[in-house]
């Protein structure tokens, strides 16, 4: 059987922006849960982007911003698609 509806090919933008919100959102998370309970880092490589001392400030930002570009990626292909 194949399906009715076609489905549209997602745009280079879509894929980038969800890729950098999947990377900041757990890496930002991994990281505070690293910081607070001590349990091992799942995207270590992000801990080079947290200034020595302000690390829970870091990863909270990360988890922000990575909340950010989703939703405004979300908005911009939806915006495409219209």
């Given at each position: ?51 020595d ?23 911009l ?6």
């Amino acid at each position: 059987m194949t399906s009715t509806s076609p489905k549209s090919p997602k745009s280079p933008l879509a894929t980038v922006t969800g890729a950098l919100c999947f990377i900041l959102t757990v890496g930002g998370a991994s990281g505070l849960l690293y910081e607070w309970l001590g349990w091992i880092r799942f995207m270590g490589f992000l801990r080079f982007l947290a200034p020595d001392g302000y690390e829970i400030y870091s990863y909270i930002v990360m988890i922000a911003l990575g909340l950010a570009v989703g939703v405004a990626g979300d908005t911009l292909t939806r915006r495409d698609r219209a």
